[in-house]
């Protein structure tokens, strides 16, 4: 169990990091002009909430939730997060909808193929 809660941090660490660079160089690049008013550390603080609030969710509640299949966890759980902090971006940072969409999954999309990945390469075997 204790293995799993340094994985856990490790994720949450690396999560916070990875999307927040993908959400600041997404806005700044995907916006444009209209969006220059929203500080560098409003996007990042909105991106390290919302990991801190989905990921928790997606690791022990929805593994727990649908026990039966760790696929079906795993897919509610990512569109979970997807679509919750894609409501974070849009709410918070005055991004249109479809914006907002398109940040959270790309900054998803990313974070949980890299994430996942280092996971199994710097924890395999313990």
Same mark, same amino acid.
């Given at each position: ?8 941090v490790?994720?949450? &660490? ?9 959400? *600041? *160089?997404? *806005? ?26 989905t ?20 897919c509610?759980?990512?569109?979970f997060?997807?679509l919750?902090?894609?409501? #974070?971006?849009?709410?918070?940072l005055?991004?249109? *909808? ?6 959270? #999954?790309?900054?998803?999309? &990313?974070?949980?193929l ?6 199994? &390469?710097? #924890?395999?075997?313990?």
């Amino acid at each position: 169990m204790l293995a799993y809660t340094y994985h856990f941090v490790f994720a949450l &660490l690396a999560n916070c990091i990875l999307e927040s660079v993908t959400v *600041v *160089v997404l *806005v700044r690049w995907m916006c444009g002009k209209g969006q220059e008013s929203i500080s560098i550390n409003k996007l990042i603080a909105t991106c390290i909430f919302a990991n801190m609030l989905t990921l928790p969710y997606v690791w022990y509640v929805f593994p727990y939730i649908f026990y039966q299949s760790y696929t079906v966890a795993l897919c509610i759980g990512e569109l979970f997060a997807f679509l919750l902090e894609a409501a #974070f971006y849009a709410f918070y940072l005055g991004l249109s *909808v479809r914006q907002a969409l398109i940040v959270s #999954f790309c900054a998803n999309a &990313l974070s949980f193929l890299v994430v996942s990945y280092a996971i199994q &390469l710097i #924890f395999a075997g313990r």
